[in-house]
């Protein structure tokens, strides 16, 4: 039988055995797609923060004659090839996730979209990589490689919520009613964590952490712009303590409560680093944690908006 008649007989039993129901092994995708692409950005951070950012000087090759990082390269080397190799992890977690959503692919097409969005995000951040290389790590096009990251952890957070039925249209987790004010107090803190994030890109592209020691900065006045960065980071601050504040004063319980409480202790976290990196001049560990503070605060966000706007109103 030759393989051309063999092909459909084996995807009819393939697909045989995959799930018809969102079952566990869907949902343990959907969470190290999120793990992943928090990771990456915590990854994304150390190539820089260690000056790794030209650790292999040509793409998509790492070097001109090699593939991966050599001996020779040393540790930098080692670490621009390892946040590369993480890329094509993340790239296999949404291909297998679209694989076990093959049957569900018109009856979840939220998933099945989600998933798709994250598949086809890999490409393009190569291509913005490979850019960022062969631009000597130009600062704007390092903060597009950045918010792009940001992009994907808010996609993954949605795919977590509504694999395991918290939100949207197939919403299993019963949600308490909600005061109206709710959906747009969420919706405000998700809008201003996206623009303290996006101003922060700009705050690091003036500021001494340029991934190398001949890359360009973008020539703003870091002292300003931190100060510009921190407003956005005041009112998502303000929000977080209006929408907690509706929780308690309607005795609410649930999904909105725990996820108004964990935006809270990020937001207070995030803020104490950003302070403490401030006044003892940006150090590399505090600026890493800041990153990783970014990646949770804009996971947090979502989760508390994506929550609110699927609950009831009273």
Known sequence: MSTAFRLPQFAGRLASRLPRTVDASVRRLAVA?????????VTGGAVRLTSSGLGCPTWPRCT?????NTPEMGIHGFIEFGNRLLTFALAAVAALMLVYLWNLRKERRDLFLLALGLLASIPAQAVIGGITVLTNLNPWVVGLHF?????LVVFATLLVNRAFGRTGRFRTLPLAALPGAMRPVTAAVALFSALAVMLGVVVTGAGPHAGDADAPRNGLDWDLFSHIHAVPAYLVTAGT????????????????R???LGLLAVTVLQ?????????????????????????????????????ARSSPVK
């Not at 797609?33 to 950005?41: A, E, H, N």
């Not at 001109?64 to 991966?68: C, G, R």
């Open 64 to 68: 001109d004659t090699s593939l991966v």
């Open 147 to 151: 918010l792009v990251s940001m992009a």
């Open 33 to 41: 797609s999120l793990v992943g692409q928090t990771l990456l950005v």
């Open 258 to 260: 725990t996820a108004a």
């Open 271 to 307: 803020a104490a680093i950003g302070f403490t990196q401030y006044y003892n001049g940006i150090p590399v560990l505090l600026v890493a944690a800041h990153m990783l503070g970014a990646a949770l605060l804009m996971g947090a966000a979502t989760n508390a908006w994506d929550i």
């Open 241 to 256: 303590l209006v929408a907690l504040a509706l929780v308690l004063l309607h005795r609410i319980r649930g999904p909105i």
